[in-house]
């Protein structure tokens, strides 16, 4: 049985994002430790370190952006791309859960290694930020152009084009040699309406100073220390949430997706044997026998009549 001294420092490594505001409402921040849900994310989705850096980038700015929110409000941070990845995603809740993919280009012919390349992601396609809200009908939805780089590179720039929000931004992983991830946390800085621009220098200065942030964090450093390397005052902490990789899907979701097909195109797949049906968000493959494939037909009958 773990000691009380154990139990309170697997609490302290926990995967996390922390927001905070400034004591004098200058800036707003948010941090996030996401080692373990990365780790997650790229043992299911079997992903080398190129596709598992980039995908560790966009779980933690999901989480990011998505403290912002209330409740199970959800946010999506998506790269579509020329590169060899052309798409990264990620949909992160207000409460924690977070999930995403990488999809890898088919048919490259540039011949260079994915290591080697010097934007996976691709020079030209859309960055998104979708917000699916309370009281919002349809999402909102905001498109950039893809810039050249990674993930983070990608957000900066959708907060100078779309939101036009000085912000600063750092998002570090790391590796170990045989190229699982070992560490993964980012952080955002943003002026509140009014502030001092000579505070977000101060902000920049700190941030030019501040090792890795691997490497804090492989000093002891916790998140909110972090915060109190970068922020120019002292902050009190609007939310402490704890951060796990989870996806919602489910066989009974599945089956109810397949009941918007035709009855034809169930029985053409029962006749093929298509009964595997892989999640692109967390890959958990389920498995389709007789008795769901009559099932799924009869819902479809009844919602016919």
């Not at 939101?163 to 800085?189: C, H, K, M, N, Y």
């Not at 502030?195 to 902000?203: I, L, N, R, T, W």
Request: some cysteine; overall charge negative.
């Amino acid at each position: 049985m773990p000691t009380l001294a154990e139990l309170k420092e697997r609490f302290r490594q926990r995967d996390r994002v922390i927001r905070v505001l400034t004591l004098d409402g200058a800036f707003r921040a948010v941090v996030v430790r996401n080692t373990v849900t990365a780790q997650t994310a790229q043992q299911r989705h079997g992903l080398e370190p190129v596709g598992a850096r980039l995908l560790a980038q966009a779980l933690g700015s999901a989480s990011l952006l998505a403290s912002f929110l209330k409740g199970e409000e959800r946010i999506v941070v998506e790269a579509d791309g020329d590169g060899p990845i052309d798409t990264v995603a990620a949909e992160a809740l207000q409460v924690g859960e977070v999930r995403g993919y990488v999809h890898y280009a088919l048919g490259r012919t540039d011949g260079l290694p994915l290591g080697a390349h010097p934007f996976p992601l691709g020079s030209r396609g859309l960055f998104r930020v979708v917000r699916i809200l309370y009281n919002h009908v349809e999402p909102l939805v905001s498109v950039v152009e893809l810039q050249p780089g990674d993930v983070v590179t990608n957000l900066e720039y959708y907060f100078e084009q779309s939101e036009q929000i000085p912000t600063a931004l750092r998002f570090d992983v790391d590796f170990s040699p045989d190229g699982l991830i070992t560490s993964a946390a980012g952080f955002l800085v943003q002026p509140m309406p009014g502030a001092d621009p000579s505070g977000m220098q101060q902000v920049e200065k700190r941030l030019q100073e501040l090792p890795s942030l691997t490497e804090l964090l492989a000093a002891g450093c916790g998140p909110e220390e972090i915060l109190q390397r970068v922020l120019p005052g002292p902050f009190t902490v609007l939310n402490n949430t704890p951060v796990d990789f989870f996806c919602r899907c489910s066989r009974e979701r599945f089956k109810e997706l397949l009941t918007t097909l035709s009855a034809e195109e169930i029985r053409e797949m029962q006749r093929l044997g298509h009964n595997e049906l892989v999640c692109q968000y967390c890959g958990e493959r389920y498995r389709l026998d007789e008795q769901d494939f009559t099932e799924i037909l009869r819902r479809i009958q009844a919602r016919q009549n």
